[in-house]
């Protein structure tokens, strides 16, 4: 079976998604193979399935501060149907799911993209469409910035 045609549970053809967060902590979960949204919650990861592909969009360098970056700055594919729950002390307890990175893929500025016919951020309001941390875009947007981070071929061709 093909990841572009179906996900490795068989739950049905693969989606595409934009995750939201600071560019520091991509970095982080990128170093650690995993996805973390929504400052920690479950329930959005949850609508991810295995196969998937995710590319995180940062609107700034660090939490909450600091100049806007406004940037793809990681994209992988969702590996497993697994959601874990970590303490990172202080009773911050997050949940997350393991992704593979495409390690070789670069930032690409959002301003590039928001051209091109049909992609899913563009026109008015695109920035309230990523208030949620979580969002289902089309497979045509997708491989428009998987391009942009210089990924030739489909992520999802990756396992």
Known sequence: MRLEDMHESGAGPA???IAVAC???????????????????????????????V???????DMGEGPRLQSFTAIGVVLDDVITQID??????????AVRFAREARPAAIAALQAAPGF???????GARLRYGLLAIDAASMDLVAAAMGLADSVRDRR
């Not at 590319?55 to 360098?61: G, L």
Request: charged share 25%; glycine share 18%; hydrophobic share 35%.
């Open 120 to 126: 899913a951020l563009a026109g008015p309001g695109w």
């Open 23 to 53: 560019a520091e902590h991509v970095a982080r979960g990128v170093a650690g193979g995993f996805m973390q949204v929504c400052h920690g919650k479950a329930a959005p990861l949850r609508r991810l399935r295995p196969g998937d592909r």
């Open 55 to 61: 590319a995180y969009y940062s609107p700034t360098r």
């Open 88 to 97: 990172m002390g202080g009773g911050f307890r997050p949940f997350r799911r």
């Open 15 to 17: 989606r595409d998604w």
